[in-house]
């Protein structure tokens, strides 16, 4: 344990180096957050497919409970129940187009975790930053429960509880807790829990805060406490549902799953659920009594309660809906709260997007019309008058506007068709579109994951990191 502790005293310093400009001293919040005797008794994970590049590289890091899939290197890092994922890196011989460029990818691209610790986070590739296209990194940063590191390469960061940072490069930053950032590139910024910011800067600016007061309920971080509130409990109660999951080498489901449709080896689906075609539940994602309609997907750390999908819906990461109705192609961004009740259900009208980090928390039966762009804080029908506007309004907008405590800068119609595109990429890289034949995606690829399974020292001044360990993919023996 003791060179463990080596590694994460090594990290802490590396951060507030970065963040000394914000005067913040990380160790004061984390330092009692870390379960070390937890870290020796989980096993990492790795997945194996011919679809996904295979090229892992552990250097005196503790991965523990965390699953890796495509090509990663990872060095004096902490991993702690994280998901890595790495099925759309780009390849050597492929092109990015950015402002009219058409730039070539010279080699493989490689995720890179340096120096770093990473609490239940889910970082996923799919990056946009033209100036390092070989190389996802992540390096001298702090990402804690249920944050969302997404297409964005981050440097001297502290990301907060349950918040997101989104095809953003990130230096030397706070991302308060719950907080949403999609804003291209930001260094030296302290940004308040809360902060829901989704900006282009040539052509719109959208910018929500959620009152203190309310957010303290649902998320509430202090220094050298677990967070706390009702986000918390929500994954709290059902954490041992996985269990039994994680003590099996292989799993089996009594769900039917029709061709085109794929669970995760460490998904949890239960109860009265329906899967339909071109589905995708991803690794550790919670289904149960639900209906999954044709090409809707559950992202990671989604949950999915006492729901209908009626097809093509997209719940990204760390998204949760129970007791609603969603129409076809409605979009939850990530991390947001959709909480009817069995006599209060709520119905969202097709395809509409509710905005990231949306809190709907009802106290009453509330229904969203079709084509509606949803955000911030609703809890009665009233509530949508402020916190909600149609699409074909939002298109008219051309220099800005103010909803409730929403202020929008810029024209609506990039926004919405920003998003819309973003809404089509996803699902046709989920492979919502299927055929049989074309537009194979992650649901097709993702179907015969091959699972290998690492441990660490069990005792000594080791105890709790992994060997060093290179794992690269079979060359086929040459005849002279």
């Not at 009692?32 to 679809?51: A, C, M, R, S, W």
């Amino acid at each position: 344990m003791k060179e463990l502790q080596k590694v994460i005293n090594r990290i802490i310093e590396r951060v507030n180096v970065n963040l000394r400009e914000l005067d913040i001293d990380v160790n004061s919040y984390i330092g009692e957050i870390i379960p070390l005797n937890q870290l020796v008794k989980f096993y990492g994970f790795y997945g194996i497919t011919p679809h996904h590049p295979l090229d892992f590289d552990f250097r005196y890091s503790n991965l523990a409970g965390s699953c890796f899939l495509g090509k990663c290197s990872v060095n004096n890092s902490v991993i702690y129940k994280s998901d890595i994922r790495g099925d759309e890196l780009k390849k050597r011989g492929e092109y990015f187009e950015y402002n009219g460029y058409k730039i070539p990818i010279n080699d493989d691209e490689i995720i890179k975790i340096i120096d770093s610790l990473l609490v239940k986070t889910l970082v996923h590739n799919y990056s946009h930053d033209p100036e390092n296209l070989e190389e996802f990194l992540i390096k001298n940063s702090i990402s804690l429960h249920y944050a969302n590191i997404h297409g964005s390469k981050i440097e001297g960061c502290f990301v907060l509880p349950f918040s997101t940072i989104d095809l953003t490069t990130g230096h030397d930053c706070i991302i308060g807790a719950f907080s949403y950032i999609q804003a291209e590139e930001i260094e030296h910024l302290d940004i308040k829990d809360g902060t829901v910011w989704v900006r282009n800067k040539d052509d719109f600016n959208f910018f929500y805060r959620f009152n203190e007061g309310i957010l303290k309920k649902y998320i509430n971080f202090e220094p050298n406490k677990r967070p706390q509130g009702i986000f918390m409990d929500f994954v709290e109660e059902r954490k041992l549902d996985f269990e039994h999951i994680y003590d099996k080498v292989k799993s089996k489901t009594d769900i039917n799953i029709p061709y085109g449709a794929s669970i995760d080896r460490y998904a949890l689906v239960k109860g009265n659920t329906r899967i339909s075609e071109n589905v995708l539940v991803a690794q550790r994602a919670y289904i149960q009594d639900s209906i999954m309609g044709k090409g809707a997907n559950a992202q990671e750390h989604c949950y999915i309660i006492n729901s209908c999908l009626e097809g093509y819906n997209v719940t990204a990461h760390g998204g949760k809906v129970i007791n609603s109705m969603l129409g076809q192609k409605v979009f939850v961004g990530f991390n947001s709260f959709l909480r009817g009740k069995p006599d209060a259900v709520l119905t969202i009208g097709e395809e509409s997007i509710v905005m990231p980090h949306t809190i709907i928390d009802l106290e009453e039966k509330v229904d969203i019309p079709k084509r509606h762009i949803v955000w911030g804080y609703i809890k009665n029908q009233k509530d949508i008058e402020s916190n909600s506007a149609s699409i074909d309004n939002f298109l008219k907008i051309k220099e800005g506007a103010i909803y409730g405590n929403l202020i929008f800068k810029g024209n609506g119609e990039y926004f919405v068709r920003a998003f819309q595109n973003r809404i089509e990429h996803i699902l046709e890289a989920n492979g919502a579109y299927f055929d049989g034949n074309r537009n194979r995606g992650h649901a097709q690829n993702n179907q015969n994951i091959s699972f290998n399974i690492i441990q660490p020292y069990p005792e000594g001044e080791l105890e709790g990191l992994y060997p060093t360990i290179n794992i690269k993919p079979l060359m086929p023996i040459q005849n002279n």
